[in-house]
């Protein structure tokens, strides 16, 4: 990171911030193209390991390239807003992100499934009490992200 001074590396406000935070951006390799994509998620932090859960369709790019190219990208932001300046070069902004590289995998045990979509929606609606249909769970795709790197900033 060029800016050393606006890096966060306390891990718990980094976990406060993407706890707090919707929507991440996941950017795939198709051959030679980006494809970003954004996403619901779910959130996981146990030890030194990181990792992301979201979900999907078993047809499309976005699963298709889950199976072929599981490199993957991701971006979080946040708490923006403009900073006033007297000339347009003085302007600013208040923000905060993480972005980061990891592998991503498809969940294919039920058990798993279940409790990555209840990881996903207590992140979205603070409730893990959901049961699922078992036809819903074979039919829905569920991806994991294994974060391999991470970084956070703030201004």
């Known amino acids: 990171m060029r800016r050393k001074d606006r890096e966060i590396t306390d891990i718990a406000a980094i976990d406060a911030f993407i706890s707090r935070e919707k929507i991440m951006r996941v950017g795939f390799c198709d051959d030679g193209e980006v494809y970003i994509v954004p996403v619901n998620y779910g959130y996981v932090h146990r030890g030194d390991e990181c990792g992301f859960y979201f979900h999907g369709a078993m047809a499309g790019r976005k699963f298709e390239l889950a199976k072929c190219s599981p490199k ?3 971006e979080i ?6 900073i006033d300046g007297d000339k347009a070069c003085d302007h600013s ?4 992100s993480v972005i980061g590289t990891g592998q991503l995998s498809l ?13 996903l929606m207590k992140h979205q609606t603070g409730r893990s009490d959901w049961s699922y249909d078992s036809g819903m769970l074979a039919h829905t795709a569920v991806f994991r992200i294994k974060v391999t790197q991470m970084t956070c900033k703030a201004k």
């Open 72 to 74: 993957v990208g991701f």
């Open 107 to 119: 969940v294919g045990d039920a058990d798993e499934k279940e409790a990555a979509l209840n990881c």
């Open 77 to 82: 932001d946040g708490g923006y807003r403009l």
């Open 93 to 96: 902004a208040q923000f905060q």
